[in-house]
């Protein structure tokens, strides 16, 4: 059973910084695209960050420069490295998987339960 658990969420000012992780079990790791996620309340989901099975990575432009994801195939865990946090980052930030590239979009198989992130200004 694919388990996807989101960590590392919290309440940081305008500008201050966060690190995601999102630890993965019951699934060959590497064999897998992930992706990074957020949905504001009463928004749709919108993917932020995405990473292929060669480590070559995308992003939203709204937080291009900012964020940073990366994976740790020994650990099974994605990180979402983020700076320069603005208050309309604030949502809870979802990892997304799945053996199909689906880049930005959210049609990912299998998703975490959700950290929440939000950013006072």
């Known amino acids: 059973q694919v388990q996807l658990v989101e960590s590392g969420g919290g309440s940081v000012q305008s500008g201050g910084s966060l690190r995601l992780s999102c630890a993965a079990s019951?699934?060959?790791?590497?064999?897998?695209?992930m992706a990074w996620f957020r949905q504001a309340p009463g928004k749709e989901r919108e993917g932020v960050a995405a990473i292929d099975s060669s480590g070559t990575a995308s992003y939203r432009d709204s937080v291009k420069g900012r964020f940073t994801i990366s994976q740790d195939n020994a650990k099974n865990t994605l990180y979402l490295e983020m700076n320069s946090l603005k208050p309309e980052d604030t949502a809870m930030y979802f990892c997304a998987a799945d053996r199909v590239w689906w880049w930005l979009l959210p049609k990912y198989a299998y998703w975490g339960q959700g950290t929440q992130v939000t950013v006072s200004s």
């Open positions: 019951g699934y060959t790791y590497s064999n897998n695209y």
